[in-house]
């Protein structure tokens, strides 16, 4: 009599878990489609060669593709989702950083099958970030030289941080604008090692 109720109480207990588990996994669904910022363009043509990858059973792009979104995902779940173009355009240089460099280390071990992989992977990623639009490199160092004349013509002394902090910061030239942080900051290293 007692292991049946003991029995009974711990299958409550378990389907109420499961319950408490699955509300709290539906509301964090609901949380992430209800907010207002919005999805990068290029996400919906990921998740669309994604269906088609696994239609045409094309692996490499599979791979790829769903490497991205799994990314994309677990960022979504952080307190800095990927929102813009400009950060997935980041996470695929960045990506394609590593494959570069793996396809690296595969050609010096011999391992050219391992190689030819990471080789496709790298054009697919390539493609990629060819479709996000930035802003052209002349038109960029335009803004940045002007930045760096202004700030100079205030102080004698101009940081990279504080021409970083008016060109990228809140209301600067480039915010909400499709440019790469990492080109403005080696753009402003250049232009201010040269004056």
């Known amino acids: 009599m007692i292991e049946r109720v003991a029995s ?3 299958r409550r ?6 319950f408490r588990y699955g509300t ?3 509301q964090h669904q609901i949380r992430l489609a209800s907010t207002d910022q919005p999805a990068p363009a290029l996400l919906p043509k990921l998740r669309n060669d994604l269906k088609a990858a696994m239609k045409a059973k094309d692996t490499n792009r599979l791979n790829v593709v769903r490497g991205i979104l799994n ?3 677990s960022a979504a779940k952080t307190s800095s989702p990927m929102t813009t173009d ?13 494959a570069h460099t793996a396809s690296r280390e595969f050609q010096d071990a011999g391992r050219t099958d391992l190689k030819d992989k ?3 992977q790298i054009a697919i990623l390539d493609e990629y970030a060819g479709g996000v639009e930035t802003m052209s490199d002349e038109d960029m160092r335009v ?7 202004e700030l100079k013509s205030k102080s004698t002394k101009v940081a ?9 910061g809140s209301g600067g030239d480039f915010d909400g604008k499709a440019v790469e942080r990492s080109e403005v900051s080696r753009a402003v290293k250049e232009l201010l090692s040269s004056r």
């Open 8 to 10: 009974q109480s711990l």
């Open 13 to 18: 207990m378990a389907s109420s878990v499961r």
């Open 24 to 26: 709290i996994c539906l």
């Open 71 to 73: 990314e994309v995902a």
């Open 86 to 98: 400009m950060q997935l355009l980041s996470l695929l240089r960045k990506r394609t950083a590593s």
């Open 118 to 120: 990471e080789d496709a």
């Open 143 to 149: 803004v940045v030289s002007n930045a760096i004349h």
């Open 160 to 168: 990279m941080g504080d021409v970083l902090k008016r060109l990228l």
